[in-house]
């Protein structure tokens, strides 16, 4: 299974970037993909996550309203669109997907569940 990024950038404050990530390998369809970001000097954090089925979406309180995730399922590529940057999303952005079928718990599953990790593509915002 490959998860590739890409679509980071600079930007300044106010300003937008969509992320890609580009899936291919596995030997059935994904039930879900995670977004999580590691920032200078912190710990990785969850961003969001997208249930493939249902569509449904879960973000960090610190991005609701900002970040949206999408998918093309026929693709097999799934989107993080980022509106409203902050210097404080600076981070190398990774997306993420488990081998076995994560339930739908309302919220964004732990780090721990995901086994499949992309190279991650940098997000700075100045």
């Known amino acids: 299974v490959q998860l590739v990024e890409s679509g980071g950038g600079s930007v300044q404050t106010g300003g937008s970037l969509r992320l890609s990530c580009a899936v291919s390998?596995?030997?059935?369809?994904?039930?879900?993909m995670g977004w999580f970001r590691r920032a200078p000097g912190k710990e990785r954090e969850g961003v969001g996550v997208?249930?493939?089925?249902?569509?449904?979406?879960y973000y960090h309180n610190s991005v609701k309203d900002r970040f949206t995730i999408s998918q093309d399922v026929a693709k097999n590529t799934v989107y993080l669109q980022m509106t409203n940057l902050e210097p404080e999303d600076t981070a190398i952005h990774y997306c993420?997907?488990?081998?076995?079928?994560?339930?739908?718990?309302?919220?964004?599953?732990?780090?721990?569940?995901?086994?499949?990790w992309g190279q991650g593509t940098q997000v700075t915002v100045s």
């Open positions: 993420a997907a488990p081998r076995r079928i994560l339930e739908d718990m309302g919220w964004i599953p732990p780090q721990s569940l995901f086994d499949y």
């Open positions: 390998g596995y030997t059935r369809s994904y039930n879900c």
């Open positions: 997208i249930y493939v089925k249902s569509g449904n979406t």
